[in-house]
């Protein structure tokens, strides 16, 4: 085999492994990403059934409610016009209340959404930016809608 041929046939078994690897690489980013939607987006059908996304919004005032074992507690998540109950097994965040914004991750079943994760903001002017920006389109979708009638 011409030195020309060894050259052509390594640089071609480069670009064989260089480009499985990089299936496999964005196979495993494709696994590993999770959507964030608004109660909104989620109660309009935009998100599949049992499929794991973020939700993201304020707590509803009175919707938290804490069962006897101590770690099971329901709550609900709005952004000004849908609100979605939450169902969660675990220990809340210390800053998690009432009235205050949330993200919770896990799956909706059409009825509630089962968290396996909640995140609670950090200071009273933190809000995750993607829920930040649906809450005020929401309210903005809101006052037009109050202005046109």
Same mark, same amino acid.
């Given at each position: 085999? #011409?030195? $020309? %041929?060894? $050259?052509?046939?390594?640089?071609?078994?480069?670009?064989?492994?260089? *480009? &499985? =690897?990089? =299936? /496999? @690489?964005?196979?495993?980013?494709?696994? !590993?990403? @999770? /959507? /964030?939607?608004?109660?909104?987006?989620?109660? +309009? *059908?935009?998100?599949?059934?049992?499929?794991?996304? $973020? =939700?993201?919004?304020?707590?509803?005032?009175? #919707?938290?409610? $804490?069962?006897?074992?101590?770690?099971?507690?329901? /709550?609900? &998540?709005?952004?000004?016009?849908?609100?979605?109950?939450?169902?969660? %097994?675990? &220990?809340?965040?210390?800053?998690? %209340?009432? *009235?205050?914004?949330? @993200?919770?991750?896990?799956?909706? !079943? *059409? +009825?509630?959404?089962?968290? %396996?994760?909640?995140?609670?903001?950090?200071?009273? !002017?933190?809000?995750?930016?993607?829920? +930040?920006?649906? =809450?005020?389109?929401?309210?903005?979708?809101?006052?037009?809608?109050?202005?046109?009638?």
């Amino acid at each position: 085999m #011409s030195p $020309r %041929k060894k $050259r052509l046939l390594w640089v071609v078994a480069a670009a064989g492994v260089l *480009g &499985i =690897i990089s =299936i /496999f @690489v964005v196979q495993a980013l494709r696994q !590993n990403m @999770v /959507f /964030f939607y608004t109660p909104t987006e989620v109660h +309009q *059908g935009k998100v599949g059934s049992q499929e794991y996304f $973020r =939700i993201g919004g304020m707590v509803t005032a009175g #919707s938290l409610q $804490r069962q006897t074992d101590g770690v099971t507690v329901a /709550f609900a &998540i709005d952004d000004g016009a849908t609100r979605i109950p939450v169902q969660y %097994k675990g &220990i809340l965040p210390d800053l998690f %209340k009432e *009235g205050q914004g949330a @993200v919770a991750q896990g799956y909706w !079943n *059409g +009825q509630v959404f089962t968290a %396996k994760e909640v995140l609670a903001k950090h200071d009273e !002017n933190y809000m995750p930016p993607e829920a +930040q920006m649906a =809450i005020d389109q929401q309210h903005q979708a809101a006052k037009t809608l109050k202005l046109e009638q």
